[in-house]
C-alpha cells in the first residue's frame, strides 16, 4: 500500500518544487486527508466539552476548587499545547514525524478516554493536561508534514485546506458534544478513541517519512539556523490573529444576549453562518497567487473592520454582518501567516520553527476569553472590549503595511 516518502532535495537544500514527493493517486489523496484528519484531533479537545461544562459543575459540586477546576477540563489542554509545541517541534527534527504521530495518537486515545474511569476532578485535569502535550506532537507534527511534502501553491491550498478543516469541525465537535452529553457529561470523552483508528492509519501511510533519508542529501544550506528574527514577528502577529480568531465563536453569543437575542437555535444559526465565512475565506486565500505575506495587511484591516462593525452594532443584523466580515478575514489570516513561517524554513528546522508557530497560536487562543473578559472589565462591555481588539487589528495593518511595501 502506498505511503509518504521523504521528500527530495534540491541542490540549493530545498524541498524539489511542484507536486511534491507524495504519491501520485490514490496514496496521495489518502496522506492529505490523513493530515486534515490528525489535525483536527487537537479541535476536538478544545470545543467537544463546552456543552457539557454545567454538568460536570454540577456533578463536582462538592469537589474543592470546582468552580476554577472545571473550566480548567476545557481550556488546560489549550495551555499544555501551546507550552509544549516548540519541544515537540525540536523532538520532531530529531526523531522524525510518522513515528512519533502512531505513539502520540495512542496516548491521546489514552488520556482523552480516561475521565471516562476517573473519579477525581484533580485527576480529571491532569489527564486533560497530559492529552493537550499529545495534541502538541500531533498538531506540529501533522502541519510539518504538509510543509514536507507540498510547495509553492501546493502548500498555500493544503494549509488553507487545514484551515477548513479545522474550523469545520470545530463546529461538528460542539454540536456533537451538546448532543452526545444530554445524558450523561462522561460519554463526549468516547469521541477521544478515534486516536485508536489514527494511529494504525498513520503507521500504514506516514511513518516511513523519517528526516534521516532526507538530511543525507541535503547541503550546508540545510542546516542554516532557524530564522529567529524574523519568525518571532510572525509568532507574535500569530498571537493576536488566534486572538482574533477566536473572538467570534467564544463572544457572539454575548454580544447577541446583549442585544436580547436569547435563543440558542439563533446563536447557533449565527456560529455556523460565521464558521462558513471562514471556509470561504480559505477558499478564496487557495485561489490567490502571490506571496501571503504580503496581503496581511489587507486581512487584518478585513478583521479589524469586522471587529469594529460588531462593536458598535446596535441591532442583530448588523452584529452578524460584522461577524460574517471578521471571519472572512480570519479564512485567509491563519493560512497567510503559517505559510509565511513555513516559507523561511528549510526542511531540518521545520519541526521546530512549526512548533514555535503552533505554540504561539494556541497561546493566543488560550488568552482569547481571557483577555477579552479583562478588557470587558475595564471597560464595563464586552462590546468596547471587541472594539479595542479591532482597533489592534487596524494599527497593525497599517504597521504592516510599510513593511510590505519595502519587500516588495
Given at each position: 500500500?502506498?505511503?509518504f516518502t521523504?521528500p ?29 484528519a ?10 467537544l466539552?463546552a ?7 454540577e ?11 472545571i ?66 506532537f ?22 488553507a485546506?487545514?484551515t477548513?478543516?479545522v ?8 454540536v ?6 444530554s ?15 489514527f494511529?494504525?492509519?498513520t ?39 488566534a ?6 465563536p ?9 442585544l ?17 465565512a471562514?471556509?470561504a475565506?480559505?477558499?478564496?486565500f ?20 469586522g471587529c ?19 471571519c472572512?478575514?480570519?479564512g ?8 509565511w513561517?513555513?516559507s ?26 481571557l ?12 462590546a ?12 497593525t ?12
Amino acid at each position: 500500500m502506498p505511503a509518504f516518502t521523504s521528500p527530495p532535495v534540491s541542490s540549493d537544500g530545498a524541498a524539489v518544487h511542484g507536486t511534491g514527493p507524495l504519491p501520485e493517486g490514490v496514496g496521495e489523496r489518502r496522506g492529505v486527508w490523513l493530515l486534515m484528519a490528525g489535525s483536527c484531533l487537537p479541535i476536538l479537545g478544545a470545543v467537544l466539552l463546552a456543552p457539557v461544562l454545567p454538568k460536570m459543575q454540577e456533578h463536582f459540586a462538592a469537589a474543592p476548587g470546582a468552580m476554577v477546576l472545571i473550566p480548567m477540563v476545557l481550556t488546560i489542554p489549550a495551555l499544555a499545547l501551546a507550552l509544549t509545541a516548540p519541544v515537540a517541534g525540536v523532538v520532531i527534527d530529531r526523531l522524525g514525524r510518522g513515528r512519533l504521530l502512531v505513539v502520540m495518537s495512542t496516548l491521546y486515545a489514552l488520556f482523552g478516554t480516561a475521565p471516562l474511569w476517573l473519579d477525581s476532578l484533580d485527576a480529571i485535569v491532569v489527564s486533560r493536561a497530559c492529552l493537550g502535550v499529545t495534541e502538541a506532537f500531533i498538531m506540529t507534527s501533522c502541519t510539518t508534514l504538509i510543509g514536507d511534502h507540498s510547495t509553492g501553491r501546493a502548500r498555500h491550498r493544503h494549509l488553507a485546506l487545514q484551515t477548513v478543516c479545522v474550523s469545520a469541525s470545530a463546529t461538528a465537535f460542539f454540536v456533537l458534544g451538546g448532543a452526545l452529553g444530554s445524558a450523561d457529561w462522561r460519554t463526549p470523552f468516547w469521541l477521544y478513541a478515534v486516536g485508536l483508528l489514527f494511529a494504525p492509519a498513520t503507521a500504514v501511510f506516514l511513518s516511513r517519512t523519517e528526516p534521516g533519508a532526507a538530511m543525507e542529501n541535503t547541503t550546508a544550506l540545510e542546516a542554516r539556523p532557524l530564522p529567529a528574527l524574523r519568525l518571532t514577528g510572525i509568532c507574535l502577529l500569530s498571537v493576536l490573529g488566534a486572538l482574533v480568531f477566536y473572538t467570534v465563536p467564544v463572544k457572539t453569543a454575548f454580544l447577541l444576549n446583549g442585544l436580547g437575542v436569547r435563543s440558542s437555535e439563533l446563536i447557533g444559526i449565527v456560529t455556523a453562518i460565521a464558521s462558513a465565512a471562514t471556509v470561504a475565506g480559505c477558499v478564496l486565500f487557495a485561489s490567490l497567487t502571490g506571496r501571503p505575506g504580503r496581503r496581511l495587511p489587507a486581512v487584518f484591516a478585513v478583521c479589524g473592520a469586522g471587529c469594529a462593525l460588531m462593536a458598535v452594532a446596535q441591532n442583530p443584523l448588523v452584529l452578524v454582518v460584522g461577524a460574517i466580515l471578521n471571519c472572512v478575514g480570519t479564512g485567509f489570516l491563519l493560512p497567510s501567516l503559517v505559510t509565511w513561517a513555513m516559507s523561511g524554513l528549510s526542511y531540518g528546522n521545520r519541526g521546530r520553527g512549526t512548533g514555535l508557530w503552533i505554540a504561539s497560536f494556541f497561546l493566543g487562543q488560550f488568552m482569547c476569553p481571557l483577555a477579552l473578559s479583562a478588557a470587558e472589565s475595564a471597560t464595563g462591555s464586552l462590546a468596547t472590549a471587541v472594539g479595542f481588539l479591532g482597533l489592534a487589528s487596524l494599527l497593525t495593518a497599517a504597521g504592516l503595511l510599510p513593511l510590505v511595501r519595502r519587500t516588495a
